[in-house]
Structures are given as C-alpha cells and as structure tokens.
C-alpha cells in the first residue's frame, strides 16, 4: 500500500529523516519503534504531507501513485489519516458531532459503538465538547474514535512523547485491532515496545533512518538490547514554537 523509498530531509540545515526506506502492506498493522528523538514523527508528518515537511530526495508511493508532492488535503481524499501527538480542543463541538462528521457514511448508528471500542461510556462523554474540560486521555481516545468513524486506508497513529496512559492501553489496542479487521492499514509509531506486540510486522528506527524490520518479538528483543537514548534529537518542535 505504502512505499517509502529513500527519504531525506533537513529542516534548519539539520538533518533529520536520513536515506529513510520502508513499505505498509495492504491490511497490516506495522509497528515503527525507536527512542524519543529519533525522527519517528517527523517520519509521520512526510507521509501526511504537514506544512513544511517536503522531503529534499526521495519518493512515497501510495496504491502504486508518487504523492511526494501533494498537500495534506490532497493526501487526506485519498484515505489517509493522521493521529496527532496533541489531539484538538474544538471549543463548541460536541464528541457527538464531531464523531458524526468523521464518519465515513456521516451517519449516526454507530456514533456510540466507537466511543464503546476506546473505552469510553457513551452516554457520558456523546453531550460533552471536545475543550479543556476532556483530559488529554480523554481526547485521545475520542481522537481514536474518529479514525474508526472515518475508515481510513491507511491510519498513522502517532503516539505522544508522554506515552500512553496505562489504564487506557488496553481499549486503544482494540481500537487499532478493530481498525485493521475494518480494512485499514496502520502503521503505529511508538516508542513503547508493549505497543508494537500487536504489529504484524515492526520496524526500528534510528537516527532518522529504519535500521531493521522484522515480527514483533525478534525487533522487541533486538530494540532492548542495542538502542539507547538517543542524543540525535530531532524531532519537530512542538506546537507554538518556532519550527
């Protein structure tokens, strides 16, 4: 479904996604996993097309097309969909709406379903707006929600730098399973190996570049005894600092 082939990219005369390679099969789950710092979301924002985020060399090849050059929107028609690190507030949106407007059908009949598959009551959270008054936990798996709503072709899911919360682990993978037996590709970045267990495939990456790529088990086992903190850091700068 995707294939990347031999991205660079420098942002601020930094280097940052370095002869970078990888492919998504058509209804896989693939797990990238490395340390904080090691390009994983700069690698996430390239594949959706984010702001300024244009690769100096190389290629994406999405359903056999170049999309190398498209924009975010352009990207998005053709059924890919981004998790982000800091999921919105929308002040004024309830999560009802906001599911509704996701949704692929733009129905209501399965509005409370994907609330129900992320962990979440329906009749408690379907009147609230998406603000301030939703934890960060909250909106994240309202976020996951919407992605369910949306059934795309290939969801990237970006986890935060905090990690994910413990407790909401367990509905989140489901959320992911659920997403993949709906048709969808996912490609699950992470730098929690606990995470990419429910990966058909994972690859690790470092140094914005994917170092191996194999099942879940020999990666995790390869992952713990060879990466360390990585003082090549190089993610983006978070939202409203300069970039």
Not at 47 to 68: F, H, L, Q, R
Not at 152 to 180: F, H, Q, R, T, V
Request: charged share 25%.
């Amino acid at each position: 479904m995707l294939e990347i082939q031999n991205l660079l990219l420098s942002l601020n005369g930094k280097p940052i996604i370095n002869d970078l390679s990888l492919h998504v099969n058509e209804s896989e789950i693939h797990g990238v996993l490395g340390k904080n710092g090691t390009g994983k979301t700069t690698l996430a924002y390239l594949i959706m097309g984010v702001g300024n985020y244009i690769p100096s060399a190389g290629k994406m090849i999405y359903e056999g097309e170049d999309i190398t050059g498209l924009s975010v929107s352009q990207r998005a028609k053709k059924g890919i969909s981004l998790a982000w690190q800091e999921p919105a507030r929308i002040e004024g949106l309830s999560v009802r709406d906001y599911l509704v407007l996701s949704s692929k059908s733009r129905g209501v009949n399965h509005v409370e379903d994907y609330l129900s598959v992320v962990g979440l009551e329906p009749a408690q959270y379907l009147d609230r707006d998406i603000d301030n008054t939703l934890s960060g936990g909250e909106r994240k798996r309202i976020e996951m929600a919407s992605i369910l709503a949306m059934r795309p072709k290939l969801a990237i899911l970006d986890e935060p730098d905090s990690g994910i919360d413990i407790l909401a682990l367990p509905s989140l993978l489901n959320a992911i399973e659920e997403m993949n037996q709906q048709g969808s590709s996912v490609l699950l970045i992470t730098h929690n190996e606990k995470v990419v267990e429910i990966a058909h495939r994972v690859s690790v990456m470092c140094a914005g570049r994917i170092l191996k790529t194999g099942e879940p088990g020999q990666m995790n086992l390869w992952f713990k005894e060879n990466c360390q903190p990585c003082a090549h850091v190089n993610e983006p700068e978070k939202e409203g600092n300069k970039r």
